[in-house]
């Protein structure tokens, strides 16, 4: 972390000289500060908050706009026209939901402001090829793809049940999720969207008790992850393995439920104990200033904004050279190596790599891949 910390400051004082590295650039944050996904939200402005204190030790000053969309796309939509032209920001960090950094891309062009997306995860979204969007997070069909790679590993499972919220992030997850199970021979036995935020499920989950699937395939935030798994165990659904496509699954909350989170698999875009320069040093001192530990929400968030201030701030605020810049860089931080590339029908997207973790003894463990795993998977479940 400090190196970084050493290298940007030196990287900015040659680019540009005769100041004191830099002057204050003015950088938006579009976050779910209110509202349902809220708690997530907090991950996410955590994460801003060290990237802040790191940037600062750098001598890059950051002028942070923050606005709050509540999970509402019209919301993010005003936001972003408000920092686009009131406040002439140099970019934009956000929002977190698919439904609102969908609704926000095109308005990035229009405005010529560059969007860097931390955690929105919908496959559209960098599929439009807007010049100005660009995404620090692996979309929807990797989510769902390595969390059935490392059951692959472990097993031939034959059935798998999908419940999932009927969100842009819900239906985009699955979609490749049943493509992918396709391929690999895994059938379908049950298909149960859900309303955000329904207080019972335990008619849909005896519903899937009686088809018996291997794989129970999740998609949803924190309130309704632990509601759905609280009522999981209660009728006594037992499949091989339940499967949390990230958001809800990887959270302090959803780990503080022991009796229903032990074993769950969940796929996450980071986890503290990975190899990647500053992840450790991230966990502990979000751990010490925030008294929680930090989901892959606040690391993304935390990466995000230092690339954006950085790239900012080296092109003097210029909306179209920290565009270019973006799209020419490199970076090698706490979320691995970064670099926006266009791909498989994507545009400006960071080809990350996707890990899995399962909450073992009350703590989330790396199982997969190989190369990143402290722990090896316990399968099959078990309350």
């Not at 790239?311 to 920290?322: F, I, L, S």
Request: aromatic fraction near 10%; proline fraction near 4%; charge should be positive.
């Amino acid at each position: 972390m400090f190196s970084r910390i050493g290298a940007v400051a030196l990287a900015l004082a040659l680019a540009i000289p005769g100041t004191s590295l830099a002057a204050k650039v003015k950088i938006g944050f579009i976050n779910t500060i209110t509202g349902a996904e809220a708690p997530i939200g907090e991950n996410l402005t955590n994460g801003v908050t060290l990237a802040l204190e790191d940037l600062k030790k750098s001598g890059v000053d950051v002028e942070l706009i923050k606005e709050d969309d509540t999970g509402k796309p019209e919301k993010a939509l005003s936001a972003f026209e408000k920092l686009a032209t009131r406040d002439n920001v140099a970019g934009v960090v956000g929002p977190y939901t698919s439904a609102c950094a969908n609704a926000v891309a095109s308005q990035a062009d229009r405005y010529k402001v560059p969007q860097l997306i931390p955690a929105a995860a919908k496959e559209d979204i960098t599929r439009k090829g807007h010049q100005f969007v660009f995404r620090l997070n692996a979309p929807a069909d990797v989510y769902s793809s390595v969390l059935m790679d490392v059951i692959m590993s472990l097993d031939k499972p034959k059935t798998i049940a999908y419940v999932y919220a009927n969100t842009d992030f819900g239906i985009s997850t699955v979609k490749t999720a049943q493509e992918y199970a396709k391929k690999l021979g895994i059938r379908e036995v049950a298909n149960e969207k859900y309303q955000k935020g329904a207080p019972d499920f335990r008619s849909t989950l005896t519903k899937i008790k009686t088809l018996n699937p291997d794989l129970v395939f999740m998609v949803s935030y924190e309130v309704d992850a632990i509601t759905l798994m609280r009522q999981s165990r209660e009728i006594g659904l037992t499949p091989k393995a339940f499967l949390g496509a990230g958001a809800g699954f990887t959270t302090a909350q959803f780990l503080a439920q022991k009796k229903i989170s032990n074993l769950v698999f969940s796929s996450t875009q980071w986890t503290e104990d990975v190899n990647w320069p500053g992840a450790r040093n991230f966990y502990n001192r979000y751990k010490a200033k925030f008294g929680k530990e930090p989901s892959y929400h606040a690391a993304c968030a935390y990466e995000a904004m230092m690339i954006m201030a950085e790239t900012a701030v080296k092109n003097h605020g210029d909306r179209e050279k920290t565009r270019a810049g973006l799209k020419s860089g490199h970076w090698n931080g706490i979320m691995g190596e970064v670099k926006f590339a266009d791909y498989a029908g994507y545009t400006n997207q960071n080809n990350h790599q996707m890990l899995v973790q399962q909450v073992q003894n009350g703590l989330y463990e790396t199982v997969y891949p190989a190369k990143f795993a402290t722990k090896k998977p316990i399968y099959p479940f078990k309350w």
